[in-house]
């Protein structure tokens, strides 16, 4: 009898020891994903929110790019390879429309094939009829075959790949004094910025090995849809060394805008994209509505939303390469906004002019819209170009600076 409570003991000791090692192993890794998951979340607490919000067209996902270019590791071969079908007149066909041929990517020609009602040879016409000096968009017979044979191939479903005899063609076209005659009306035309860089590199796009470079992939106009993101730091990885910023880029069309207000919560900064130069175009979507008054309107919006009560504002007053070209030659009061403008100057002196009222605008708008209680929150004005990497690194370092800075404010260390 003895003997076996004894036995029976020593096998309920067993199964309590058995027990409680299993235990202590389960309970060890609980502690250890409790202990990971609050790591993530102290990591994820010092990581600052940005958001880039701009109308579209404003460039912000030029900016993006040459972030990831700038504080990432940029663009590896497969992602290059990838932009080959917005690059290029292949996939991204080579629209010849309103006069003018024009690089569009597919998505963006689907959601505008409007435009290409108009061939190149009815658009000339058009102009030759309607325009005072009408001799300037004529155009020879030569250049009549090469716009049909264009204009057919942009007809079809299925686009033929880039080649060099194409590419001569589309060059020739391109170079016609009536088509360049017709491109400087290119705001009246829906004309991208990027058409110009990709007409000059036609021999070298239409290589059977072309791979992207660095530049044609911020010239590259791909419509953004949806939300992309990338972390960084202006400084470096090392999270010691600096910020870690987490940059979300969204579609600026007003399709687009939609998806916005999931993103709006626990954002550390906005920056705002504004194409300053756009004050004399209307939008893809409506054209009867100036560009430069769509943003004004966008801007005031989002200045106004409840959950940036706290949140830093960075505006970037961008296109500013475009904008000092233009400003000289179209004036700023072509646009209801800046009706008031009156010009003082002339070269370099005028476009700083002019520059100061378009600014001198933006910040009366914002204290305009924003309550007094918001007053204190950082909000800064960058002229930026977004193709111009040393700028928008130098623009980046200054953000960073800002944000700093208030961080530094709020925790009572300034």
């Known amino acids: 009898m003895l003997i076996t409570v004894l036995e029976n003991m020593g096998l309920l000791c067993s199964k309590n020891r058995h027990y409680t090692e299993a235990d202590a192993e389960e309970n060890a890794q609980a502690a250890e994903i409790d202990r990971r998951i609050e790591q993530e979340r102290k990591a994820e607490k010092?990581?600052?929110?940005?958001?880039?919000?701009?109308a579209g067209e404003s460039g912000k996902s030029t900016i993006f790019k040459q972030i990831k270019l700038l504080f990432q590791t940029g663009f590896d071969e497969d992602e290059l390879k990838s932009y080959i079908s917005y690059a290029k007149p292949e996939k991204g066909v080579l629209?010849?429309?309103?006069?003018?041929?024009?690089?569009?990517?597919?998505?963006?020609y689907l959601y505008h094939k409007r435009i290409f009602i108009y061939i190149l040879?009815?658009?000339?016409?058009?102009?030759?009829?309607?325009?005072?000096?009408?001799s300037k968009y004529v155009l020879s017979n030569e250049i009549k075959v090469i716009g049909e044979k264009l204009s057919e191939i942009g007809s079809r479903l299925d686009y033929p790949r880039l080649n060099r005899e194409l590419?001569?063609?589309?060059?020739?076209?391109?170079?016609?004094?009536?088509?360049?005659?017709t491109y400087a009306r290119g705001n009246e035309l829906q004309v991208p910025d990027c058409t110009h860089y990709f007409m000059e590199n036609l021999q070298r796009l239409s290589d059977a090995n072309y791979i992207p470079t660095k530049e044609d992939v911020l010239y590259a106009r791909v419509r953004t849809t949806g939300v992309v993101e990338i972390q960084f730091?202006?400084?470096?990885?090392?999270?010691?060394?600096?910020?870690?910023?987490r940059l979300f880029d969204v579609g600026g069309q007003r399709n687009e805008r939609r998806k916005w207000i999931h993103l709006f919560e626990g954002v550390t900064a906005v920056?705002?994209?504004?194409?300053?130069?756009?004050?004399?175009?209307?939008?893809?979507?409506?054209?009867?509505?100036?560009?430069?008054?769509?943003?004004?309107?966008?801007?005031?919006?989002?200045?106004?939303?409840?959950?940036?009560?706290k949140t830093s504002f960075m505006l970037f007053l961008n296109k500013f390469d475009i904008f000092e070209n233009k400003v000289l030659k179209v004036p700023l009061n072509v646009c209801e906004w800046f009706k008031d403008y009156q010009p003082v100057s002339t070269g370099k002196q005028e476009i700083e002019h002019a520059y100061e009222f378009v600014k001198k605008k933006f910040e009366e708008l914002y204290f305009q819209s924003t309550a007094p209680d918001r007053v204190d929150r950082v909000f800064k004005i960058y002229r930026t170009t977004a193709l111009d990497q040393k700028l928008v690194k130098k623009t980046f370092k200054l953000v960073d600076e800002s944000l700093r800075r208030r961080n530094l404010f709020e925790a009572g260390l300034l």
């Open 46 to 54: 010092h990581i600052q929110k940005l958001l880039l919000l701009g």
């Open 233 to 245: 730091s202006p400084v470096g990885e090392n999270k010691k060394s600096g910020e870690v910023y």
């Open 121 to 134: 040879y009815d658009g000339s016409k058009e102009f030759a009829q309607n325009d005072a000096d009408s």
């Open 167 to 181: 590419a001569q063609e589309i060059e020739t076209l391109w170079k016609d004094s009536a088509i360049q005659e």
């Open 271 to 309: 920056i705002f994209c504004a194409a300053i130069s756009e004050y004399d175009q209307t939008l893809f979507e409506d054209e009867q509505k100036n560009r430069m008054v769509e943003t004004k309107e966008l801007f005031d919006w989002v200045l106004k939303q409840p959950c940036f009560e």
């Open 95 to 108: 629209v010849i429309s309103l006069q003018v041929s024009v690089i569009y990517d597919e998505e963006f």
